[in-house]
């Protein structure tokens, strides 16, 4: 049986010469090629995707209509903190005809609007089963299918299950005692109410300070009579300077969209900006200052954060421009103790979600809000008539819960998925995520994540995210189909290796030190797990290709007619000395094994005067590792430890591009392999040449066969050279302000 040709009119031709694997064998005809729960942005460009595609598809929606967080997510002062330009499909190129962004950062009702608007555009709807949860979903092996079962009865089988559920989208409990017995009226940020809310002349207490309590809150004040906010953790937030989308930028925008989205696809975080490789303490003071006025300025987050490049990885640095912050909440908060409890103080800036504002810091000078750091008066219950913390009993008419969600793996363990043998996700996940790119997980064939955990979600303009998923799904289909195979699944070894360079990447930054719902602090009992993947969407999505372009490394595809396997690791390198190395090639640098060692050690020092000092050195080991050919020798440079409980990086600078160098060069002549790691502290392994010849040197290690280590790791056990070659290189600028302007370096390495 052929697919059936559901396209709408005007689509690429599908290949008639693929046939469903039913059609090959004697398999059961799943009902559906593809099921996806969810209709949030994810799932609505699935259905578009799909159904294009010619894939028979359903989609089941909890939310009695679609838009997912945008649907829930009423409550006063909702916005997006991404420029609306930057938060939209990109798949609609004549969306200027019949679309325009009335502010510089929507309001939830219009991204609520622009959602409806593109479901009726492509008539998206006829795909969606609303109001529908699904509950559970369970891979058949024999059949090689999912067998999908939801609150409204349905029992549909599928080749493919795809979980659009949003990264932000299963709310916390509220974790306070007696909810229950208040009388007055309780409302989450994450669940508001349809019907318009109003606050005039009552006592309302607000609970929480992230994003949403930091939007709500100003605008909750310009109603009630009292509001006092109730304030665990402090947070850091930017002026937003909404206004009109400024008529420059959309010119500009417009004038080469496709090359604006497409820098926007091979930037650091979704959105066209230049990677920062600029250390903090290689300008003066003066500059410094002049660059986060002009980041406090500009009202933008991911700008903002891109200040300098070592401001995630370089506690010194960060701490400086947590101290800018900390003096603006200062200068704008009149009582000094208030503005005391509302600088952030306990975490480096940046490393929990910075939030973007319209007069929060400003609304604690009215005389009719009040602060209660709960740090100090902790809440004991919530009380029939209000709120009691270990000092003081408050009587309110409403409490508003900002208390956030179980982020990122809440939404997609909260249905009960079994994989091969029964296996439970939930259990798999028990002590921590583990996929392979954010996208599948070992074990559970044919089930894609968006925007999973290890994929840059969160941290990234989900909009330019989610597409680049949904593209990945769709081409991953599409292969499937025109090559017979019917199921694809992670291997082990790339999934652990995918697992373990997620969180090499998260221990070069300062995100671990923070409580944050990232890490999945925020909810008791989670595992302490760092969730997102932090070296950026452009890494991310060289990755996604280059895995593909490696005939699916790390994936099983199985069909009726054969298996195909090309196992590995598509990083097998430590984050930072990856990350000199491309950065080497896009600044077309000559490669350090290119270079005499004489050369190199000059090119070395050079760099060296540009770079700030590094960390003391607390110790010196020399000793020998066994080797493939006999014990090689290394010496151990020990950092001095410093106050905190997770590894952290042995350079200064982590991620900073100069620091990152000089720490691969440091190797330079004396070695044969550059870094490997030591799990529990994090060092800088030096081999010494015993077999290097004099005249070259090898500054990354050369890999070969297949993987004997699970771990992510520099230096092959073998110690043999690379057989593979790899694309590994990306780099695409874009130059704001000369639209057409863009420098693409490609290169290719010969590091695996
Ligand atoms: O949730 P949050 P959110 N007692 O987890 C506090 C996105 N978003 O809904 O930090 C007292 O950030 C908690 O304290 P602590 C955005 O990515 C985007 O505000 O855990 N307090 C924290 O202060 C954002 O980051 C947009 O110590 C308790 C707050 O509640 C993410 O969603 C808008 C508590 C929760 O903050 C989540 O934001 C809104 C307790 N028992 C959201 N439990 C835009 O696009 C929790 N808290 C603009």
Redesign the pocket.
């Known amino acids: 049986m052929e697919y059936p040709i559901t396209q709408d009119a005007g689509l690429e031709a599908r290949d008639d010469r693929l046939v469903t694997d039913s059609a090959r064998t004697d398999r059961p005809t799943p009902d559906v090629d593809v099921v996806v729960v969810g209709a949030g942005i994810a799932g609505l460009y699935l259905a578009y995707r799909l159904s294009r595609a010619g894939h028979r598809l359903r989609v089941f929606e909890a939310g009695d209509d679609l838009g997912g967080k945008w649907y829930w997510?009423r409550y006063p002062g909702?916005?997006?903190?991404v420029p609306s330009i930057d938060y939209m499909y990109s798949f609609d190129p004549n969306w200027q005809r019949d679309w325009q962004w009335s502010e510089k950062y929507a309001t939830q009702p219009e991204i609520l609007r622009y959602l409806n608007h593109i479901a009726d555009k492509h008539d998206l709807r006829r795909h969606i089963t609303f109001s529908t949860r699904v509950r559970q979903a369970g891979w058949d092996d024999s059949a090689s299918l999912w067998r999908v079962r939801t609150d409204g009865g349905d029992d549909v089988s599928a080749r493919f299950v795809v979980m659009a559920t949003g990264c932000?989208s299963m709310p916390?409990q509220?974790?306070?005692d007696g909810l229950e017995s208040f009388t007055g009226e309780v409302y989450f940020?994450?669940r508001w109410p349809h019907d318009p809310v109003d606050f005039t002349g009552k006592r309302v207490a607000v609970?929480?300070?992230?994003?949403?309590?930091v939007?709500s809150i100003p605008v909750i004040a310009e109603e009630a009579r009292e509001v006092v906010v109730?304030?665990?953790?402090p947070?850091f937030s930017i002026p937003a300077r909404n206004g009109q989308v400024s008529p420059e930028r959309l010119a500009l925008f417009a004038a080469n969209e496709a090359d604006y989205r497409s820098a926007a696809r091979m930037s650091p975080g979704g959105i066209p900006m230049e990677r920062s490789i600029t250390p903090t303490f290689s300008v003066s003071e003066a500059e410094r200052q002049q660059r986060y006025e002009r980041a406090w300025g500009i009202g933008e987050l991911f700008e903002a954060i891109n200040v300098y490049a070592d401001v995630l990885s370089n506690p010194a640095a960060n701490h400086e421009f947590a101290e800018f912050f900390r003096n603006k909440i200062r200068a704008i908060v009149d009582d000094p103790q208030t503005a005391s409890d509302l600088c952030p103080t306990d975490y480096p800036v940046a490393t929990?979600?910075p939030c973007?504002d319209t007069n929060y810091y400003a609304t604690y000078n009215l005389p009719h809000v009040r602060l209660v750091n709960?740090r100090k008066h902790p809440?004991r219950q919530i009380t029939e008539t209000g709120i009691d913390t270990a000092d003081e009993a408050f009587t309110f008419d409403a409490i508003v819960f900002?208390?956030?969600?179980d982020a990122v793996t809440g939404a997609i363990t909260a249905v009960d998925i079994t994989g091969r043998d029964d296996a439970a996700l939930k259990d798999k996940w028990a002590d921590g995520p583990q996929t392979y790119l954010g996208l599948t997980t070992a074990g559970f064939p044919n089930l894609f994540l968006i925007t999973g955990p290890g994929s840059p979600s969160?941290l990234s303009n989900m909009a330019v995210s989610i597409e680049q998923h949904v593209d990945w799904v769709l081409d991953c289909l599409g292969h499937l189909r025109a090559h017979g195979f019917a199921a694809i699944e992670p291997t082990a070894t790339a999934e652990a290796g995918w697992t373990q360079h997620v969180n090499d990447c998260a221990d070069i930054t300062l995100f671990p030190a923070a409580?944050s719902?990232y890490m999945g602090a925020?909810v008791p009992g989670k595992p302490r797990v760092f969730l997102p993947y932090p070296a950026g969407v452009d890494f991310y999505r060289a990755t996604c290709d280059e895995v593909v372009a490696r005939d699916y490394l790390g994936f099983k595809l199985s069909g009726p007619e054969g298996s195909m396997c090309n196992d590995g690791l598509v990083r097998r390198l430590q984050p930072d000395v990856e990350m000199i190395l491309i950065q080497m090639a896009a600044m077309n640098l000559p490669t350090l094994d290119s270079m005499p060692v004489d050369e190199a050690r000059a090119f070395y020092a050079q760099m060296s005067t540009t770079r700030p000092p590094g960390p003391d050195v607390g110790e010196i080991v020399d000793g020998v590792l066994p080797g493939a050919t006999g014990d090689l020798a290394y010496r151990f440079i020990g950092r001095r430890p410093r106050a905190r409980t997770r590894s952290s990086c042995s350079s200064t600078a982590g991620v900073g591009l100069w620091a990152t160098l000089s720490r691969t060069i440091r190797c330079a002549g004396t070695c044969a392999c550059a870094a490997t790691r030591s799990s529990s502290r994090r060092t800088t392994v030096m081999r010494r040449s015993t077999d290097s010849p004099p005249q070259s040197m090898t500054p990354w290690p050369r890999c070969g066969g297949s993987p004997t280590m699970p771990r992510h790791s520099a230096v092959c056990r073998d110690g043999s050279r690379c057989a593979a070659g790899a694309r590994v290189a990306i780099s695409r600028r874009w130059f704001p302000g000369s639209p057409g302007t863009r420098v693409d370096h490609t290169s290719s390495g010969r590091y695996c």
């Not at 609970?207 to 309590?213: D, F």
């Not at 109730?230 to 953790?233: G, I, N």
């Open positions: 997510n909702a916005r997006v903190d932000l916390k509220a974790e306070v940020t994450s609970i929480g300070t992230g994003s949403s309590g939007q109730f304030q665990r953790t947070t929990k979600r973007l709960v809440i900002a208390t956030g969600f969160v409580n719902w925020n």
